[in-house]
């Protein structure tokens, strides 16, 4: 037996028990109708999702500089030319890869759910380049200066966030939970990339526990945020 | 406001779609025509959503309306719109839950009123449709009674071709013993 025969058999069963183009069908269509055609209006197709992506990117990257030349640049007049295009490299891959996900997210039926995958990757990322450019093992002052950093990252990445979510609202997100971790995982770059800039701390340790955490910590904010707000649409 | 043109019959439903967002009376109204049954049929095609099919096609329709600007042109429109049908499955099957949740105490809970048809006959396709788990089942009711290809309903179910292919393979197999076993048993 095919699948084309097993289709067959699905399709037939499917007619006798509910016949399209019955009486059902048509009352049905005639209440759809009844309900929409009285509030048509034109609409503009959204704008693709690369330029929702770019506008995200560039938010982002505001977002960090903005704050960062606020606070000081000690971060990156700590770090080697060579560190600082690995790590600012890393941090726009994932910032894009992260907002195509949100961009993605607008809107129903665009393929597969990036969400997790921006996330995960995002913190991956980050760490590895941290665990190849930096060393320095030692605990000494490591919650006393950590604290501060996740403090100040998560500080920039929420109204970061809140900025995303606000461009998020301008489709139709089916998967808030999604859409929440993506959006704060760009929110957390934006934390993190601030933090790159401003923190002069580059002990191994400290990175990849504390700046890390800031982007792992905005996404799971995200999700949870996310998942609320969806219950509320 | 809306305006009124001549629709050609033969008209794809992404043409349809396009003129529906341009506020096209006659392209919206045969949009509905066309894809309400597609739609009615996939509610009640799912046992748990059968007695709420034609409240839950309502407000897809709704949904649609609102979020009509996220479709674009360009794009397959069956999936786009199925996309939006599961999640107000989804959206329904969750209150369903949470309100059986406070009515736990009650015994006995009255049987919904069928607004839809469907005795001996439906029987058999929940025999089929049944057996099988609900990722599984939806994929299968795109695939073969709405007629989408493997890669609609990836994108209707934000997943990859692989995955549906996938469940539609383990599908069939299970779908195969059952119809083997009917057969066995006439």
């Given amino acids: 037996m095919t699948p084309e025969d097993i289709g067959r058999r699905l399709e037939d069963a499917a007619q006798l028990a509910f016949p399209e183009g019955g009486a059902g069908d048509r009352a049905a269509a005639q209440r759809a109708e009844a309900a929409i055609l009285g509030d048509l209006r034109p609409v503009n197709p959204m704008a693709p999702d690369w330029l929702h992506a770019l506008i995200l990117v560039l938010w982002f990257v505001a977002a960090a500089v903005d704050s960062a030349s606020f606070l000081g640049m000690e971060g990156l007049r700590a770090l080697g030319n060579g560190q600082a295009a690995l790590i600012f490299a890393a941090l726009l891959s994932a910032g894009w890869l992260g907002a195509v996900a949100c961009a993605r997210l607008m809107r129903p039926a665009t393929g597969r759910n990036l969400g997790p995958t921006a996330w995960v990757l995002a913190c991956s990322l980050v760490a590895v380049v941290f665990a190849i450019l930096f060393h320095g093992y030692d605990t000494a002052h490591f919650v006393q200066d950590g604290i501060p950093c996740l403090r100040a990252g998560l500080f920039i990445a929420t109204p970061t966030g809140l900025v995303i979510g606000l461009l998020l609202r301008r489709g139709l997100v089916l998967n808030w939970g999604a859409a929440g971790l993506a959006a704060g995982t760009v929110a957390g770059l934006a934390g993190l990339g601030m933090l790159e800039l401003h923190c002069p701390n580059l002990k191994a340790v400290h990175v990849l526990v504390w700046h890390v955490a800031v982007v792992a910590v905005s996404g799971g904010l995200g999700f949870a945020l996310g998942r609320m707000s969806g219950e509320f649409e | ?186």
């Avoid at chain 2, 939006?84 to 309100?99: E, F, G, N, Q």
């Avoid at chain 2, 009255?110 to 994929?139: F, H, K, N, S, Y």
Wanted: glycine share 4%.
């Fill in chain 2, 1 to 186: 406001m809306g305006s009124r043109c001549i629709v050609d019959t033969a008209e794809s439903l992404e043409t349809l779609m396009s003129r529906y967002q341009q506020a096209d009376e006659s392209a919206a109204a045969a949009l509905v025509e066309r894809v309400t049954p597609l739609l009615r049929r996939y509610f009640l095609l799912q046992a748990s959503n059968r007695p709420h099919a034609d409240d839950l096609l309502q407000d897809t329709w709704m949904r649609l309306h609102r979020a009509r600007h996220t479709y674009r042109p360009e794009e397959p429109v069956l999936p786009w719109i199925f996309a939006i049908a599961r999640y107000a499955s989804l959206d329904h099957y969750r209150k369903v839950i949470r309100r059986e949740a406070r009515e736990r105490q009650v015994e006995v809970l009255p049987e919904p009123a069928g607004q839809v048809g469907g005795g001996a006959e439906a029987l058999d396709i929940d025999t089929m449709l049944t057996a099988l788990p609900e990722a599984q089942r939806e994929v299968i009711l795109m695939l073969k009674i709405s007629g989408m290809s493997i890669e609609e309903v990836a994108r209707a179910t934000s997943s990859s071709p692989g995955s549906v292919k996938q469940k539609a393979h383990r599908a069939y197999q299970k779908l195969r013993e059952i119809l083997k076993a009917k057969e066995n048993r006439s």
